[in-house]
């Protein structure tokens, strides 16, 4: 059974750091890759980054957070990180990791899902 587990939303003040978590079972890297969307009240689910997609070897990046948030994994633990620095009002919003085999920027085509962990920027 594939399961993902989010962990390390809070509260911090712009310009802040904070790292999220996303803990998988069920699946190994080789097979399907991991993403982060988010979703902030009244908006879409934005495509924030993604690790891991089949025929893809470096990761991807929503504009908005290229250059401030950063994925990586730990395939031992069975972990994908995003360490998200300089945080903006913006950001905030409750933050999903997918996993799905290739990579879109879609969520509706992303199979497999998290519960969500909350992350909320002050200005």
């Known amino acids: 059974e594939v399961r993902l587990v989010e962990s390390g939303g809070g509260l911090v003040q712009a310009g802040e750091s904070l790292t999220l978590s996303c803990v998988v079972s069920?699946?190994?890297?080789?097979?399907?890759?991991v993403g982060w969307f988010r979703q902030a009240p009244g908006k879409e689910s934005e495509g924030v980054a993604c690790i891991h997609s089949v025929g893809y070897d470096e990761p991807f990046y929503a504009n908005s957070v290229k250059g401030r948030f950063t994925i990586s994994s730990d395939s031992a633990k069975g972990t994908v990180y995003l360490r998200m620095t300089n945080l903006k009002p913006e950001d905030t919003a409750v933050y999903f990791c997918a996993a799905n085999k290739f990579y879109s920027r879609t969520a509706a085509s992303w199979e497999y899902w998290g519960q969500g962990t909350q992350v909320t920027v002050s200005s």
């Open positions: 069920g699946f190994t890297f080789k097979d399907y890759g």
